[in-house]
Structure formats: C-alpha cells, structure tokens
C-alpha cells in the first residue's frame, strides 16, 4: 500500500509508516481541537478511498485537557476507530462520549483516572456529577455542596439542575433537602433556585439589610437566621458589597468575623463561603486549594474538583491569588504534593509561568 499521499490537507503533525501512522496535535483553544477533528476526517476519507479501515486495538490516547495525542495502527479487518471523543462541549450521554468514557474506565485507575473522566464532563454535567455524588454517597460531602451552591451564578445553577435531572432523573432540591437538614439545608435550597437579583443595587435599602444582618448575628433565634440567609442567598453582589460595608460601619466588625463568632458547623462555613465569593470568587478557591493541599494531607478530590470545575473559568485568576497570598505558585504545590501520571495531567489543567517550573 502507498501511503505517500496520506498527509496531503494534513495541519497537525503526522508521522507516516505503513503500520504504525502518529497524529498529533496541540489543543490550548477551540480551534485546535477543530483542527485535529477536521485532520481526522481526512484520515478516515483517504482510508474509505483505500479501502482500508484504522484497527481499534492499536490506538491510544493521553489528553490532560490542553493536549492530545492520537496513535493508530492500519487493519483491513478492523472497524475504524476515528470517534476522537475527547469534546467538553459533547455532554457524557453522546454515543461516541460513552465509548471513550468505558475505555477509560476500565484502562486508568485512581486519581488519575478521576481527573480523565471529570474532564469528559461540560461544566454543567460536572456540576451535577460532584453534586450527585456528594450527596449520594456513603457520606455526604458537605464541603463540595458549600463550594458549588456558593459561587455559581443563577445560570449556572439552572444549567446544572438540568444536568442533574437529565443525568439521574432526580431533582436536585428535593435531594438537597432529603440529605441535609437544619438551616444549612434551607441555605443550600435558597441557593439551588438561582434567584439571586443580578445587577441591581439599591444604596438607600444597604444599611438597613446590614442592621439585619447584624441582629441575626446578636440574636440567633431561627426566624433571624431565616432573614440571615435569604439576604445572603438573594441580593445582588452589588447590593451585598454595600451591604457589608455598612454592616462595618454598624459594627465595628467585618462580617466574617461576626459570623465566625456567632454561628458554627456547616451552616457557619456556608454563609462564610458565600461572603467571599461575593468579595471575591478567585480568592475564595485559592483559599480552598490551599486548605486541601496542605491542611487535609492533599485532598485530591477537592484539589480536582475546584482545578477542573474552574478550568475554563477562572483558573489563571485563582493560581495568581494562590502566589500573591501564600507565597509559592499553585503549580509548585502540586508537583510537590502529587506524582506520576496524576500529577502530569493536573499541571497540565494548572499549566504555570516559566518561573513557577
């Protein structure tokens, strides 16, 4: 067989032999990722004109979020194998989304594998995976429900509990509910609704929120903490930073110290999450990484979850926030901490600047 005319049209890399042909692209943007589909497209065409096919039992794949790289060998026999299923944008119920999924299922193992399979997830899938899990499993993870409902927007959260019930034919509150209890459930229920006011402040209504939210520090009693959280988990961030700036001036305390003194348990660290993430959602991660890599012996679910879940959000923000605030990059402490092929692929979600290697 010739093989000579194989590369004509072909962008990204190709190493040509008989049996045992390399594709290899570097994927860092949409475009790239076209590039590499569209470069496969031809593969399959000039193989369907030479009537051959790729062997399925020859290719193999290694794609830590901003690279791919494909191998595939030459069969007559075989069906071909060109589903370059790799595709955030595809959610995890696609045909050719599930047989790369079961691949990797059954080939990786561990963290790594976790990390493969989070990122076959869109943002809004993987959401609701973490959500499902955290409250499904044989413990609830109180600390995943906190960081998700607290920084997400109205959008997001409607996106993720579509996800939810498409994924496991549940309702995201109703479960919510079931598994949590006590005013720490009617905050994460107030936040599942997505009803926060966006864009909106009103300056002659701030420091009357903040007196409420200074009485339902003092006084404690259910209804105050009822009022505490609808504030928190309804205004606008706009309204809330005036909000807190008057709560200041009202009482010579920042507002997360108050609510450090005046509450405890899961319901305290919800409240406090939402406070900065409303000051401040990079900084808040970088606070959660931290946490997770030093004080809780390297929390790899939480260290994956916040690294894959904001990948494509606000990622650079959080790793600039992590040097500024405790001295070492975030790629440093991972490559310190993780090992083998786990660690490669989380700093390839991380990436990091020259000086950070």
Known sequence: MFIRDLDEGIKCTLMKFADDTKLSGEVDALEGRTTVREDLDRLEGWASKNLTNFN????KWWSPKHWTFLRFGWSGAEPSCLNCAFDKKVGPNDRSNLDLITDLKENLSHHFKEVMLGLMYPPAS?????????????DTEEKCLIDILASR?????????????MQYNNDLQQDISSETSGHFRDT?????????????????TAAQDAMILWEACQQKTGEHKNMLQMILCNKSY?????????????SGQDIVDAINECYDGYFQELL???????????????YRLYNAIHD??????????????RSEIDLMNIRRRYKER?????????????????????????AGDAEDY
């Open 56 to 59: 399925k039992d020859r290719w």
């Open 126 to 138: 993987y959401d609701a995976h973490e959500l499902w899990h955290a409250l499904k499993g044989a």
């Open 153 to 165: 927007s109205n959008a997001e959260i409607f996106q993720m509990k579509e996800a939810y019930l």
């Open 188 to 204: 994460l229920v107030n936040l599942a609704q997505g009803t926060r006011m966006e864009g909106y402040a009103d300056p002659s």
């Open 238 to 250: 706009q309204q809330l930073w005036m909000v807190f700036q008057e709560f200041q001036n009202i």
């Open 272 to 286: 406090v999450a939402i406070v900065l993430c409303v000051r401040d959602k990079p900084s808040y991660f970088a």
């Open 296 to 309: 809780f012996g390297f929390h790899n679910r939480t260290v994956i979850r916040i690294l894959i879940a």
């Open 326 to 350: 405790y001295g070492k990059s975030l790629f440093h402490d991972i490559k310190h901490f993780a090992s083998g092929h786990y660690e490669s692929a989380l700093l390839a979600i991380c």
